[in-house]
């Protein structure tokens, strides 16, 4: 560089005579543009060459059957039964769980079968083994409930600015996938609650069994196909198992998985999950060099880090006058947003027959908004993290959000006579909003009960299918906040989600339970897919149940409400009621109808008659009692 003054600048010639102040500033453009070259060059280059990210297709990300709620429910659809029951996205895999209770399993059991089967046959598009899962477990017997959070966790290379200028990368590609948890906690939620009567390889080997003779593809499951058939045209070496003759399989047609049939024989012969997360071991080297060769940083290294998080599960006394406790999730999920929100509601009295009355629903809907503020305040601090003042300032909030005295005084800020800005709400930055998802409910004989919702994200994960192994990788990366991603209103992200290695994205799960303490007998056991809209579908589906005294039916039938806060919008879906929205926009609510975005199954357990209902309306879905 030496003699670089006398050296004409770009465009001038030497003879060309500029101020010192002049030749600073052009120089500095040239290496501010050199700069913005390289960092472009940068983002070209770790793009992987050969993978060409999809369009978003116009479904939730949970894609719903072509239907939708309704005020006329047909009844047919109800399951009851003494002995135990299954509400599932899948009326064969709710049976699968059935028939595990009749060999003696528990309701722990049941569930491992039925969630494996889930995340195999028509909804694999939304859970499965490569992704993960919260549990809410009760042993009848035992105090309490157990929190299982089987989140998954981000790699050891994860770091905060890791999708910064590529943020489509945090949905698509390897780059979106974290290290799955979902089976190491279905094997915990077996140690920890199963009967011991059926061991863990004849919990799996029905869904092998299935997946080997061959399932037949619903309606479901063919318009998942549908929404992204040039991908699969694109990539169709890593996804054989979804064509025939040259074409996506049609509704009708018979799907074989047999590499994940082998993989899931595989672990049920090791009997544990073990196996799974072995960085020697016949799968994880496998799942981590594809998600490399799709650009990712997972490594087989990372899946024995892996931790689930086992711990007592989040309660809520006595809720609607009764002695009724309410036990959901803890971890990475929004247990706790939930429990804020049945608190503020119950600081009014029930509301018998008031569904859809216009000052119950206004309260309802202001909870909810207050039930995202709570949200925005949470986040994972990580359980292999050494951060004692991060995890005591965690602490501590969350101790605040859940007290009575909170929940009491934010309930007497609700204004009957109008809605208020979204500041009066005094939320944190929005973090991320996470997407699709599956639930089930299990009861058995025993008065055992599990509520478990799964996921892997956006349709089909971050769409990373090995072909080795047969498992369908999840997108959970996107789940964290990313810096340079604000949200519609120009919030910056949640700081309280940022990622880190081993860290877990926070989720809107709530798998709940409820008690009746006066009996010690379950009452209820409910959980919802659907994103950011799962925790206030949870939310009316208890004030549905409890404060409005209507049966499961209706629950889950009815059209429902949401707000998130941001954006300033009450979704009602359709179909709803002229004069409710006419009075909710006089309150001050921007009403939006829509098209239904939740799915919901659950379980009521009333003079020794069990019920189960699945959303048959908006996902298909099918109960199985005995």
């Known amino acids: 560089m030496d003699g670089f003054e006398d050296?004409?600048?770009?465009?001038?010639?030497?003879?060309?005579?500029?101020?010192?102040?002049?030749?600073?500033?052009?120089?500095?453009?040239?290496?501010?543009?050199?700069?913005?070259?390289?960092?472009?060059?940068?983002?070209?280059?770790?793009?992987?060459?050969?993978?060409?990210?999809?369009?978003?297709p116009k479904y939730p990300a949970h894609v719903p059957f072509i239907g939708g709620p309704t005020w006329n429910p047909q009844t047919n659809l109800t399951a009851r039964g003494s002995h135990g029951g299954v509400a599932s996205d899948s009326a064969l895999c709710s049976q699968l769980g059935v028939e595990i209770l009749k060999k003696g399993g528990f309701a722990a059991d049941a569930a491992v079968t039925t969630c494996l089967c889930?995340?195999?046959t028509n909804t694999m598009f939304s859970a499965g083994i490569g992704g993960g899962a919260f549990i809410t477990t009760r042993k009848h017997?035992?105090?309490?409930?157990?929190?299982?959070?089987?989140?998954?966790?981000?790699?050891?290379?994860?770091?905060?600015?890791?999708?910064?200028?590529?943020?489509?990368?945090?949905?698509?590609?390897?780059?979106?996938?974290?290290?799955?948890?979902?089976l190491?906690?279905?094997?915990?939620?077996?140690?920890?609650?199963g009967s011991g009567k059926v061991s863990w390889e004849e919990l799996i080997m029905p869904v092998v069994d299935i997946l080997e003779g061959g399932f037949e593809v619903n309606e479901l499951l063919g318009l998942a196909l549908s929404a992204y058939k040039s991908y699969f045209h694109d990539y169709r070496r890593d996804w054989e198992f979804v064509f025939k003759d040259g074409r996506l399989l049609r509704p009708g047609e018979l799907m074989r998985r047999p590499q994940l049939a082998a993989t899931l024989r595989q672990v049920a012969q090791n009997g544990s999950a073990t196996i799974f997360y072995d960085p020697h071991g016949p799968i994880a080297p496998h799942l981590a060099r594809q998600v490399q060769r799709m650009g990712g940083v997972l490594q087989a290294e990372d899946f024995a880090r892996y931790q689930a998080v086992i711990e007592p599960a989040l309660v809520m006394n006595n809720f609607s006058r009764r002695p009724l406790d309410i036990y959901t999730s803890s971890g990475a999920s929004s247990g706790l947003a939930l429990l804020s929100g049945l608190k503020i509601i119950d600081t009014f009295e029930p509301a018998k027959n008031k569904d859809f009355a216009v000052r119950e629903s206004h309260r309802l809907v202001e909870t909810m908004k207050w039930l995202a503020s709570v949200r925005s305040n949470l986040g994972d601090v990580g359980v292999l993290s050494d951060n004692k003042t991060a995890r005591e300032f965690r602490d501590a909030r969350y101790s605040r959000l859940a007290s009575e005295e909170w929940c009491g005084a934010t309930a007497g800020k609700i204004n009957d006579n109008r809605t208020l800005p979204w500041q009066a709400y005094e939320p944190a930055y929005q973090p991320n909003e996470p997407h699709g998802t599956s639930h089930l409910s299990v009861v058995d004989r025993?008065?055992?009960?599990?509520?478990?919702?799964?996921?892997?994200?956006?349709?089909?994960?971050?769409?990373?299918?090995?072909?080795v192994t047969g498992?369908?990788?999840?997108?959970?990366?996107?789940?964290?906040?990313?810096?340079?991603?604000?949200?519609?209103?120009?919030?910056?992200?949640?700081?309280?989600?940022?990622?880190?290695?081993?860290?877990?994205?926070?989720?809107?799960?709530?798998?709940?339970?409820?008690?009746?303490?006066?009996?010690?007998?379950?009452?209820?056991?409910?959980?919802?897919?659907?994103?950011?809209?799962i925790t206030t579908a949870v939310l009316e589906a208890l004030v549905r149940t409890y404060h409005y005294d209507m049966g499961l039916v209706e629950t889950i039938a009815f059209p429902r409400l949401h707000h998130q806060l941001l954006p300033e919008?009450?979704?009602?879906?359709?179909?709803?009621?002229?004069?409710?929205?006419?009075?909710?926009?006089?309150?001050?609510?921007?009403?939006?109808?829509?098209?239904?975005?939740?799915?919901?199954?659950?379980?009521?357990?009333?003079?020794?008659?069990i019920t189960a209902l699945s959303d048959y309306w908006r996902k298909l879905g099918q109960a199985v009692c005995y």
Do not use: C
């Not at 002049?22 to 472009?40: D, G, I, N, S």
């Open 7 to 56: 050296q004409p600048l770009l465009g001038l010639s030497a003879g060309h005579k500029k101020s010192p102040g002049l030749r600073y500033r052009l120089r500095t453009k040239l290496v501010v543009t050199a700069v913005a070259l390289m960092a472009l060059l940068v983002v070209y280059l770790s793009w992987p060459s050969h993978y060409k990210p999809p369009d978003l």
């Open 471 to 533: 498992i369908i990788l999840n997108d959970e990366m996107d789940d964290f906040s990313i810096p340079t991603s604000k949200n519609a209103f120009g919030l910056q992200p949640s700081v309280y989600n940022y990622i880190e290695p081993f860290k877990r994205p926070l989720s809107s799960t709530s798998p709940s339970i409820v008690v009746d303490r006066a009996t010690g007998k379950v009452d209820m056991v409910i959980g919802a897919a659907g994103g950011s809209r």
């Open 569 to 609: 919008t009450l979704y009602v879906e359709n179909p709803a009621r002229e004069e409710f929205v006419q009075g909710m926009k006089q309150l001050g609510h921007s009403v939006e109808m829509i098209d239904h975005s939740t799915a919901m199954n659950g379980i009521r357990l009333q003079n020794d008659t």
């Open 446 to 467: 025993y008065h055992n009960a599990v509520s478990l919702t799964t996921t892997v994200n956006l349709l089909f994960g971050s769409l990373v299918h090995d072909p």
């Open 184 to 193: 190491q906690g279905l094997y915990e939620l077996h140690r920890l609650h």
């Open 118 to 120: 889930i995340g195999a």
């Open 141 to 182: 017997g035992e105090d309490g409930a157990v929190s299982i959070d089987a989140r998954e966790m981000a790699p050891a290379k994860a770091h905060k600015d890791m999708f910064n200028g590529r943020e489509v990368l945090s949905k698509f590609g390897g780059l979106a996938v974290a290290i799955p948890g979902e």
